[in-house]
């Protein structure tokens, strides 16, 4: 018995955002999941203080953006019962009351995300991004011409009011900084006609970086930021007075800022902070007294919490999960810390099936350990690399490694140098580093398996997707440890992925590795396409045809030099699907063309999924 492809599937990512909503008769809660079996569109959910669920969007409706590509914030509740949300197909904002959306923006080319209502205000800020350019703009929700209310840094996100209405703050930075490098926490008085005058920092800089922020008053904000070198909490005076820490421990308040709209914390009415905190081992849901700066955790059987978390009415609203339960939307009371899941119960396989994690460090290198199921000695490993490469994986369950473990194949997910949720100088190992660090700590990973007896050294193999997917074919070109590998949607050549990238990234490379011209060497020499004739075995690619982040020509000029020296390989492209994977067919058409690869370089029987042909394999 095993994890099947379609269970994968139906279990496959889980809430982006939640909202907490209060109301005469009790707490609502909001939220949107991932629907593969409607196309992979996003639907967003609202449950009733009654526990009734009702769909709010309707079918044909998505509501997502492509705010830097990732996507932002992409809905607000409207008081009342209403919904203001960004639509994928057009990227334009609606508002919806009754059965069919009303559009809010014109068509054209912008795209709205990290959406805000300003309390007291008819209607919804949004950062806006047309080409290159963001601003941050004002939107009525009657309908009529929005109004820009500030442009600044080249990168806006977190957009607040304070109070008093009196001023306007937001995060903003510039290249060639990425979020999690330095961005600034700028604050500016809120003119009559309401746009923003000139502003000042307050906080951040080059070398600190705001996650987000909220206010606590007309004279003081709360900002995650972390010149510490941690992610902390705390309060920033508009005075001009130092900043004061008031989460000063070794662990996360804060996340990098992929997708903007992101929230780690949530100011209560009563003045305390739901937070989320701890480490990429182990987050926690928390409330914090600022007062006092008592932390008390809220409990739960969550071994970890998303980074979206909403508060109102005594009731804090997040997203966590454990290693035998997906992400699932929770309610827990601020007071006496009772959990109750709002979101529905997905159906879920025999626990005998889930592998039980394990994390561990080897040679400094956090890693978590997934046996394969009946596991009696030495055998089959796959080494598992998140994306970002500024990102990291938690433990929770995650079907797509169960597919494989319940097959006999173990996993070990790496948390290499540069991975978020163990501090800035763990997340900085990989500055410059990219293309070395990463290979040599998924290489010592693997071969420390080996030395512990759980690993057959001629059966490792290493995976992963985007940055992850980059991490791989290096590991396949600069290493000699891996029998073969998997990419999904991979930048195979760093010089070419640069000058093709949208904005956002385009100068994420001079931090990871050098700016260009001057480390051009660098480029060359780690390049998986310019050393392909290295590979130490096979390579299977996997590719979306729509995807805007990593081009498909990446794949497909890496495996025409695998080709060209003689190297085994595949490719296969999925028509629909962007950078990442979102539909049922095509999470189920993956799975099985992996589990197919694993089979013919581990010399094991597949019969359950398609053949896969590698070419160049005679």
Known sequence: MSIRPIDVAHTDGGPQWVEAVATPSGVEVWWDEPRPHEGGRRCVVRRLPDGSRVDVLPMGWNARNRLVEYGGRSWRPLPGGGLVFTNWADQRLYRLDGTEPAPLTP?????????????????????????????????????????????????????RISPDGHHVAWIGWDHPNMPWDGTELCVAPLQDDGTAGGHRVVAGGPEESVTQAEWRDGTSLYAVTDPSGWWNVHLVPLDGSPARNLTPIEQEFGAAVWKPGLTTF??????????????ADHRRLGVLDPATGELRELGGAATHWSSTVSVAGGKVAGVGATPYTPLEVTLADLGDGAHEVASPRKPLPDRALL????????????????????????????????????????IVLDLEIAYFTSRGIGVAVVNYGGST???????????HQWGVVDVHDCARVAR????????????????????????????????????????????????????????????????????????????????????????????????????????????????????????????????????????????????????????????????EVPPLTLKGRV
């Open 355 to 394: 592998p039980t994690p394990e994390a561990v460090t080897i040679e400094g290198v956090r890693a978590h350990l997934y046996p394969a199921m009946n596991a009696q000695g030495p055998g089959p490993y796959v080494i598992f690399v998140h994306g970002g490469p500024t990102g990291n994986l938690p």
């Open 448 to 607: 420390g398996l080996v030395e512990l007896g759980r690993a057959d050294a001629a059966k490792l193999a290493i995976r992963g997707g985007s940055a992850g997917g980059w991490t791989t074919v290096a590991a396949l070109v600069h290493s000699d440890v891996f029998a073969g590998g998997v990419a999904h949607y991979a930048i195979t050549d760093p010089e070419s992925w640069a000058a093709e990238t949208h904005d956002f990234e385009s100068r994420y490379l001079d931090g990871l590795v050098g700016p260009l011209p001057e480390t051009r060497q660098r480029y060359t020499e780690r390049s998986p396409l310019l050393n392909a004739a290295r590979a130490s075995g096979p390579c299977l690619m996997l590719h979306g045809l729509e995807d805007a982040i990593v081009d498909v020509g990446q794949a497909e000029r890496f495996t025409a030099e695998l080709d060209r020296h003689g190297k085994e390989w595949a490719l296969l492209t999925f028509p629909g699907e962007q950078h990442g994977w979102r539909r049922e067919e095509t999470i189920v058409a993956v799975l099985e063309a992996e589990l197919a690869f694993y089979g013919l370089i581990f010399d094991m029987e597949t019969p």
């Open 266 to 279: 949530a100011v209560a009415e009563d003045g305390r902070l739901a937070v989320v905190y701890g480490t």
């Open 421 to 431: 949720g163990y501090g800035r100088a763990y997340r900085e190992r990989l500055r």
């Open 107 to 159: 068509e054209g080319p912008s795209r709205y995300g990290d959406l805000y209502l300003p309390p007291g205000r008819d209607e919804v800020w949004a950062v806006r991004e047309t080409g290159d350019v963001r601003d941050l703009v004002a939107v009525p929700l009657t309908g009529g011409p929005l109004r820009v209310i500030a442009k600044a840094q080249h990168f806006l996100i977190n957009p």
